[in-house]
């Protein structure tokens, strides 16, 4: 006849303690490198959608013979933008209505896009 050892067996409480403090350790470390790395790709994203923009009026004015008093609508530098195949038109990620009419203004072509949201950070450089 064997006798069974009980606590032989398995994780004891401790053993569980110290996994649950590991995970919570790793956790409060990887928790503030998630929302900086969030709070720093929004930024990023809408310059690069207003470089999208800008590169979109150029070849409309270009094709079309504009000058740089004229005006594109947003339907005209829609085809341009290279997104699907008959261009998507972008917003910007921090834009709580996710519309290209409230993210962005496209302004004359002598001057660049602007972002509506967030002027003061989304900028062109």
Known sequence: M???NNHARGL???KILGLVVILFLLAALAIPQFV????TSSPNACV???RWIELAKQQWAREKGKGP???PAASDIQPYLGREAAGMLPTCPVDPDNSF??????NNMATR???NIVPSSHVLP
């Open 69 to 71: 008093d004229a005006v």
């Open 12 to 14: 004891t409480q401790w």
């Open 2 to 4: 064997r006798i069974l």
């Open 113 to 115: 896009p602007t972002c």
């Open 101 to 106: 009419a409230t993210s962005y203004s496209i």
């Open 48 to 50: 690069n959608n207003l």
């Open 36 to 39: 900086r790395v969030r709070t």
